[in-house]
């Protein structure tokens, strides 16, 4: 366990691979000149794309997949881990995997996480979204053990599911993860508190790197990809949504010492729920 430097890539990824690769590539080597040995790009790295035909026109298994191939190269070509935020694969049955990939310095996949947490919701703003339809959500909770901490792995809409990075937590992650695409309306409502929140309450680092913009598909993503501190500072802030790299510091013993203060998930108790009925009355009169 050790300090080390890490970087969020912050992406307005487009519906061509290609031209995601060659963006990627020029961040990654901008992350390494600043000295990261981490660097994490965001959910859908590969491309953006609602539409499920044209999603299926660029899909490959993950063995064929350019952006996953490119990463390895890049991974390798750098000497870094890095964090491929999420890219659509092919999955068994027809499916679709909403897939994180991690590399380590030889550009071997050491991890893949499949977002378990369906974006399923209508927004006020007219949008409204079905993941479900299109990607298969995975079943495993994923950690890695990096030589310099543990580190858990989520992917966006993951972020408002606690348990699973309190589940992390306790099993010694240091570091968590939540690489997104959030929507404008959302993120400009809830990124940052819930950045905050997951920090605060597993007492750990929280790296995550964001879309942003205005997509080629015509989505709208927020941007402002986050380091946050285990107390919950914003330690480093792509504070718009345009393409961009943000790197910080992380030392994993600022996680143990907070743990040690606020030791709340060791004392967190298992209760039963108990409800009652409540007597009906008559309503008062003057």
């Not at 080629?216 to 941007?223: A, L, P």
Request: proline share 5%; hydrophobic share 45%.
């Amino acid at each position: 366990m050790r300090t080390f430097r890490a970087a969020a890539v912050q992406m307005r990824s487009g519906m061509d691979p290609q031209r995601n690769i060659a963006e990627l590539a020029e961040s990654v080597a901008e992350a390494v000149s600043s000295g990261a040995e981490y660097v994490q790009t965001p959910e859908m790295t590969g491309a953006v794309i609602s539409d499920r035909a044209s999603l299926m026109d660029v899909l490959c298994d993950e063995t064929d997949d350019p952006v996953v191939n490119a990463a390895s190269e890049l991974a390798q070509k750098h000497g870094i881990y890095l964090h491929i935020g999420s890219v659509a694969v092919a999955a068994a049955g027809g499916k679709i995997a909403n897939r994180a990939f991690v590399f380590d310095p030889r550009g071997k996949i050491v991890a893949r996480y499949d977002k378990i947490h369906m974006f399923d919701v209508d927004l006020d703003n007219g949008e409204s979204w079905r993941e479900s339809a299109t990607y298969e959500p995975g079943r495993h909770a994923v950690m890695v053990a990096f030589p310099f901490a543990q580190l858990g792995l989520g992917i966006c809409y993951d972020v408002r599911f606690p348990e699973l990075f309190q589940t992390q937590a306790r099993a010694g992650a240091l570091v968590l993860t939540a690489p997104a695409a959030f929507t404008r309306q959302t993120g400009e409502a809830h990124w940052h508190v819930l950045q905050r929140a997951r920090a605060i309450e597993n007492g750990a680092f929280v790296v995550s790197a964001a879309q942003g913009g205005k997509h080629e598909d015509g989505r709208e993503t927020f941007g402002h990809s986050l380091i946050v501190d285990p107390w919950g500072r914003i330690i480093a802030e792509a504070d718009h949504n345009d393409p961009a790299v943000i790197v910080a510091d992380i030392d994993p013993a600022a996680s143990i010492a907070a743990r040690a203060k606020i030791p709340n998930l060791k004392n967190d108790r298992t209760f039963d729920l108990e409800t009652l009925e409540a007597p009906k009355t008559a309503r008062a009169t003057a």
